[in-house]
């Protein structure tokens, strides 16, 4: 970071060669990833391309996840002001990336690179990654680390990215979704990424009568639960006014007396008793 033009070039001399098996070593993947972000673009790329037929095996590893994500930043970023080299140097490591991309957004190590990939990359690779997880959102939803790719999908994504998830939740059931651990964090996602359009029509669905008990609307139900109460919580705090907003918070008021006798509930209480 501090040292001459000669200690670098004396440095990326001995990093040449040994760019995998350093990086997969505690310390010397933080040599390696602070020789990505400091040597000249030439040198960087010639040693990420020690990476090609690689980028997958250093994902699956605890200490070489970090460098392939430094990867997936620095390319990014020097493609994002110009430099052709670079985006070409990105191609090969994303392609590896996206070949795999339901195994490895289901990964400890691999969700954190997807999320790289959704943060950093230039418009039109976002796209494809994109695309890619497009085709296994649904089993994304409610794993303990693919949900973590689906709620970056939400932030990163575009419009009709979201829309098709909004689709997945109500074909899923909003109830039995925002019931479980992951994916209730989506869904409170959507709720803060979505258009006033899509909050809308997640009310809508919470306002229907539940299928487990036709007496019932699916917001009562949801007040109740450990994780779905976060969900209707986070709902109050986003609604825009109008029709849906009112009919929601006259259904949780209405019911207010019985819903004290619910412990998750008495969140939901209390935030309507607050100005």
Not at 213 to 222: F, Q, R
Request: charged share 25%; with cysteine.
């Amino acid at each position: 970071e501090h040292g001459t033009d000669q200690i670098k070039d004396d440095l990326s001399k001995t990093l040449q060669g040994e760019m995998r098996p350093l990086s997969l070593q505690m310390y010397g993947c933080r040599v390696v990833q602070k020789a990505l972000e400091t040597l000249d673009d030439e040198t960087v790329f010639r040693l990420i391309h020690e990476f090609e037929g690689s980028v997958v095996g250093c994902i699956h590893d605890q200490n070489g996840n970090h460098v392939i994500q430094k990867c997936v930043e620095t390319l990014s970023l020097k493609a994002k002001r110009g430099n052709k080299a670079a985006g070409e140097k990105l191609e090969f490591v994303l392609a590896e990336v996206l070949e795999n991309t339901a195994s490895l957004s289901c990964h400890p190590y691999g969700c954190r690179v997807m999320q790289r990939v959704l943060e950093h990359c230039p418009t039109n690779q976002r796209y494809i990654a994109l695309d890619e997880i497009s085709k296994c959102q649904n089993e994304l939803l409610d794993d303990q680390y693919g949900n973590y790719v689906v709620q970056h999908v939400l932030q990163f994504g575009r419009d009709n990215d979201r829309e098709s998830i909004l689709k997945l939740v109500v074909e899923g059931g909003l109830l039995t979704l925002s019931r479980q651990k992951f994916a209730s964090n989506v869904v409170e996602k959507l709720l803060k990424f979505g258009s006033p359009d899509q909050r809308n029509r997640v009310v809508r669905e919470m306002l229907e009568k539940s299928v487990v008990d036709d007496e019932t609307s699916v917001v009562l139900l949801m007040v109740r639960d450990a994780y779905a109460n976060y969900v209707v919580q986070t709902t109050l705090d986003v609604i825009s006014d109008g029709p849906e907003k009112v009919q929601l918070l006259q259904e949780l008021n209405d019911h207010a007396d019985q819903l004290r006798n619910y412990t998750f509930a008495k969140h939901i209480v209390t935030k309507l008793s607050t100005p």
